[in-house]
């Protein structure tokens, strides 16, 4: 089974609402990746956050990082119709940031 | 500062054909890491590499796939006699170094027919 797991598989929201999606893992990692993908595109990188940190912001976005539980969360607040798109979370096992595993995805959709 | 830039975005080849996708870093990157996304599916990592070296191709398939990084130009991933289950969007990354962001290419979607 996947090392990262996102839930919900599908999302969603009315614009304006926010989005939640989380992502589960089952080994200790050294950092927790979350990326972008809009359709038949290439990946966005959004936040990466360490293993010795428990929230990060950036814009509109917040994750948090609850190692004890292995798991993490991306916040979108006031969610756009652009923000229409694939969310990855990745994690990385080693201290490599560019190998990660990659869960498959929350689809979310923003209906204006 | 040009991102990553993969070639081409798409390609189309027939069964038994070679397919070459190339992967130019950003500039100052010397890590590469290839990718494969199938479809509905997160990416699976494949191969890591720096300049002139393989460091990690446990992600691999043993047979007809093979990658480069040579002293100069981009970054190749090979695959030979293709068959209709390599079709998929093939990603890099790179980054400047172990444990710092790694930046995705647009990708090359490879269809077999």
């Known amino acids: 089974s996947q090392q990262g797991e996102e839930d919900p598989q599908a999302l969603s929201i009315q614009e304006g609402e926010n989005a939640t999606m989380n992502c589960s893992y089952k080994?200790?990692?050294?950092?927790l990746q979350w990326y972008r993908q809009n359709s038949g595109r290439g990946l966005v990188h959004l936040i990466l956050?360490?293993?010795?940190?428990r929230e990060k912001h950036s814009g509109r976005l917040r994750v948090t990082l609850d190692t004890s539980k292995k798991s993490s969360s991306l916040l979108i607040t006031a969610s756009r119709a652009a923000d229409t798109a694939s969310y990855f979370c990745?994690?990385?096992?080693?201290?490599?940031?560019?190998?990660?595993?990659f869960g498959d995805g929350t689809t979310l959709t923003v209906k204006p | 500062n040009a991102g990553v830039m993969q070639n081409p975005r798409h390609l189309v080849r027939r069964r038994g054909q070679e397919a070459r996708l190339r992967c130019s870093p950003m500039?100052?990157?010397?890590?590469v890491y290839w990718y494969r996304q199938l479809p509905e599916e997160g990416l699976k990592f494949m191969v890591y590499l720096q300049k002139e070296n393989i460091i990690d191709e446990s992600g691999m398939p043993k047979e007809r796939f093979s990658a480069e990084f040579p002293k100069e130009g981009p970054s190749i991933l090979r695959i030979q006699q293709v068959v209709r289950g390599d079709s998929a969007a093939y990603f890099c990354a790179t980054s400047g170094g172990l444990n710092t962001e790694a930046f995705f290419g647009q990708g090359t979607r490879l269809t077999v027919v």
């Open positions: 956050i360490r293993s010795n940190e």
């Open positions: 080994t200790s990692i050294n950092n």
């Open positions: 990745a994690t990385d096992v080693e201290t490599n940031a560019g190998k990660s595993t």
């Open positions: 500039k100052g990157h010397s890590h």
